[in-house]
T-cell receptor
Framework: AQSVTQLDSHVSVSEGTPVLLRCNYSSSYSPSLFWYVQHPNKGLQLLLKYTSAATLVKGINGFEAEFKKSETSFHLTKPSAHMSDAAEYFCVVSDTTGFQKLVFGTGTRLLVSP | GAGVSQSPSNKVTEKGKDVELRCDPISGHTALYWYRQRLGQGLEFLIYFQGNSAPDKSGLPSDRFSAERTGESVSTLTIQRTQQEDSAVYLC?????????????FGPGTRLTVL
């Protein structure tokens, strides 16, 4: 079975500083990987996805993630945090057996201080 | 355009009562998914519908949980004889195709509280 591990439950940064949210995955074959963001009282929104094309994936709002097979990692980064980035972030792997069953990590809450 | 909508947004019920949660997917989306999100946890897959095919119910936690979908339209998740451990946010998502790389679009969820 596929799984993802988000290494930090909370990450705190100051506005304007870089963001790093860590994710490691476990998969028996080449996975599809996603990052979703959940703002308070709002639905989940797709930030970006990796589907075996380029290993460096660019998403919305300046976020990007790099797929590293040797490290089984898919960390999410952003060069400069904005106050509006404060939210819960989920790393997700797609179970490709038959249909797109998403397997979610436990989430990382990003706190951005002025 | 309109996204995925869910109703009610909040539901408070007493232990032992039945509840129905509704999901309206994006028009034209053939795939529909239900997930459960317990406090402080990631989402757990519950059930999947694809067109007129038989649903995949492998994620339903017990036989108290069931779901229906009318064609490629509205879906209803029913929880019978609710228990306190059923308290969670129930999220619905729809997708245009059945593909491992396709995007799922999520609704805002229904927060269920069982007293």
């Amino acid at each position: 079975a596929q799984s993802v591990t988000q290494l930090d439950s909370h990450v705190s940064v100051s506005e304007g500083t870089p963001v790093l949210l860590r994710c490691n995955y476990s998969s028996s074959y080449s996975p599809s990987l996603f990052w979703y963001v959940q703002h308070p009282n709002k639905g989940l929104q797709l930030l970006l996805k990796y589907t075996s094309a380029a290993t460096l994936v660019k998403g919305i709002n300046g976020f990007e993630a790099e797929f590293k097979k040797s490290e089984t990692s898919f960390h999410l980064t952003k060069p400069s945090a904005h106050m509006s980035d404060a939210a819960e972030y989920f790393c997700v792997v797609s179970d490709t057996t038959g249909f797109q069953k998403l397997v979610f990590g436990t989430g990382t809450r990003l706190l951005v201080s002025p | 355009g309109a996204g995925v909508s869910q109703s009610p947004s909040n539901k408070v019920t007493e232990k032992g009562k039945d509840v129905e949660l509704r999901c309206d997917p994006i028009s034209g989306h053939t795939a529909l998914y239900w997930y459960r999100q317990r406090l402080g946890q990631g989402l757990e897959f519950l059930i999947y519908f694809q067109g007129n095919s038989a649903p995949d119910k492998s994620g339903l936690p017990s036989d108290r949980f069931s779901a229906e979908r009318t064609g490629e339209s509205v879906s209803t998740l029913t929880i019978q004889r609710t228990q306190q451990e059923d308290s969670a946010v129930y999220l619905c998502a729809s997708g245009a195709r059945d593909s491992s790389t396709d995007t799922q679009y999520f609704g805002p969820g229904t927060r269920l509280t069982v007293l």
